[in-house]
């Protein structure tokens, strides 16, 4: 099994300028809806796995949620702490959660399933530490953007699928506007996340493939090629 903790601790310093950087990624475009359309009312305490250095776990708090968060990275949790003083921030493997059964309302899984070594026992922990009939509630980078890309920036642009819609790794560098950063993780095909909430017990209440907003277009119109294709998958689904 591959590291993919200690690449992101590798990276910890470049992904802490990358998220920080106001409209840099597409998370300041697409979480807003995650929030407003997946994320219900937590009955109880909530929990954040993969939070990185802790912009949607501070998000969640400003929703009123009780809020933990746990991350493998040292770097990213002294991060988020620093930012959050006051916020509960936890060194841990979402496939080892130190938290009891039951502990809490919902767990957060934003953009972080992918980076995860297994998966599968991510969901399972996700399943144990939630109370019956709490959701899980997931965004992950679209299978099927994750398969190919468009050909060139224009609106019109061609999609290309050049790759398998199997389970595989992906490990790719990027730079903008100053800053660079490599991205490391897994690409999954959407049955594997649809069989890993199954065999863990939880049944899928809302599928979300929300496309690009039009403010983004408005900026820049390129951005409407994501309008014609996904970019991310929102999922909510309720422990049985």
Excluded at 92 to 98: F, H, I, K, M, Q
Excluded at 132 to 147: E, L, M, N, Q, Y
Aim: charged residues 25%.
């Amino acid at each position: 099994m591959t590291d993919s903790g200690g690449v992101w601790e590798s990276q910890a310093e470049n992904w802490i300028a990358w998220a920080r950087t106001p409209g840099h990624d597409d998370s300041w475009r697409y979480s807003p809806s995650f929030f407003r359309e997946i994320v219900s009312p937590s009955p109880g305490r909530t929990l954040e796995i993969g939070r990185g250095e802790g912009r949607v776990t501070r998000d969640l708090a400003r929703l009123g949620q009780e809020t933990f968060a746990v991350d493998t990275s040292p770097t990213l949790v002294d991060a988020a702490q620093q930012l959050d003083p006051g916020g509960r921030y936890v060194l841990a493997d979402g496939a080892r959660l130190p938290f009891d059964a039951g502990s809490f309302g919902a767990v957060v899984a934003y953009n972080s399933l992918m980076d995860v070594d297994d998966m599968p026992a991510t969901v399972r922990e996700a399943a144990r530490v939630l109370r019956p009939d709490g959701r899980f509630c997931i965004c992950v980078t679209h299978p099927v953007a994750d398969a190919g890309r468009f050909v060139d920036r224009s609106p019109e642009a061609p999609f290309v699928i050049d790759d398998s819609l199997q389970t595989r790794t992906f490990d790719e560098a990027f730079e903008r506007d100053g800053l660079s950063i490599r991205f490391f993780g897994y690409a999954y095909p959407l049955e594997a996340y649809a069989r890993a909430l199954q065999n863990a017990h939880f049944l899928i209440e809302l599928l979300r493939e929300p496309a690009q907003q039009d403010d983004a277009v408005r900026l820049d119109p390129a951005e409407r090629r994501w309008q014609r294709l996904p970019n991310s998958l929102f999922i909510r689904a309720v422990k049985q």
